[in-house]
């Protein structure tokens, strides 16, 4: 069983071009949370996703941030029109369910450089 | 300030040392994750508390619930230990984690 699995591991773009990072939950996980982490800040929250539904998109920027979970296939963090300001740590976590006592299951992570 | 704070920011200690972090938190939790991130790697899961104690190997984990107090120990470290170490925790009220700034630790031979 393999764990969540994110690609690419590192991205480069350029200022203005869009970044896509995927994500693949563990096998029968239906949860999923993205979270950023800035260099040298702690992470923070930023969307979390059910087979097609956004269930908590608080911590998303209001402005060129999508994210998607289709029925099929991986969900997807979609950053459009990307700035310097974008670099930075995108990991996705997932879940079998909701509550309490779900265990956090990571990603390693894409590494997002905008130059 | 932050809802959830974790001391000491940085940590160097000798191999073989014993080695305390600690976290506390402002808001209701339904649950208190321990996390390992190692330099340009993966977030590893080490412990989910909601009470009580919890004991992995040369790892320990404690949560005081009245206090809003959790500690992650370390005993005999060892330089593979060298670390972030992460304090996370689930708001009662909902389903995502919010984290601390987390704690560097470096381990000496």
């Known amino acids: 069983n393999a764990g969540v699995m994110q690609n690419p591991r590192h991205l480069v773009r350029r200022r203005g071009q869009e970044a896509r990072l995927r994500c693949s939950p563990m096998?029968?996980?239906?949860?999923v949370y993205w979270y950023r982490q800035l260099p040298e800040e702690g992470l923070k929250f930023m969307v979390y996703?059910?087979?097609?539904?956004?269930?908590?998109e608080s911590g998303m920027p209001k402005e060129r941030f999508s994210a998607e979970f289709p029925k099929e296939g991986p969900s997807i963090l979609r950053i459009q029109q990307v700035v310097r300001g974008d670099s930075a740590a995108y990991f996705c976590?997932?879940?079998?369910?909701?509550?309490?006592?779900?265990?956090?299951?990571f990603g390693q992570g894409t590494r997002l450089t905008v130059v | 300030k932050n809802e959830v704070e974790q001391s000491p920011q940085n940590l160097t200690a000798q191999e073989g040392e014993f080695i305390t972090i600690n976290c506390s938190y402002s808001?209701?939790?339904?649950?208190l994750h321990w996390l390992q991130q190692h330099p340009g790697g993966g977030i590893v899961s080490l412990f989910m508390?909601?009470?009580g104690k919890k004991k992995h190997g040369r790892l320990i984990a404690t949560i005081n619930i009245q206090e809003k107090h959790s500690s992650l120990h370390i005993t005999a470290s060892h330089p593979r230990d060298s670390a972030v170490y992460i304090c996370?925790?689930?708001?009662?009220?909902?389903?995502?984690?919010?984290f601390g700034a987390g704690t560097i630790l470096r381990v000496k031979s």
């Open positions: 976590a997932s879940s079998p369910m909701t509550g309490a006592t779900t265990e956090a299951f």
């Open positions: 096998k029968g996980h239906s949860h």
């Open positions: 808001v209701g939790i339904s649950a």
């Open positions: 996703l059910q087979k097609e539904n956004i269930i908590d």
């Open positions: 996370a925790v689930r708001s009662e009220y909902g389903n995502k984690l919010v």
């Open positions: 508390l909601s009470s």
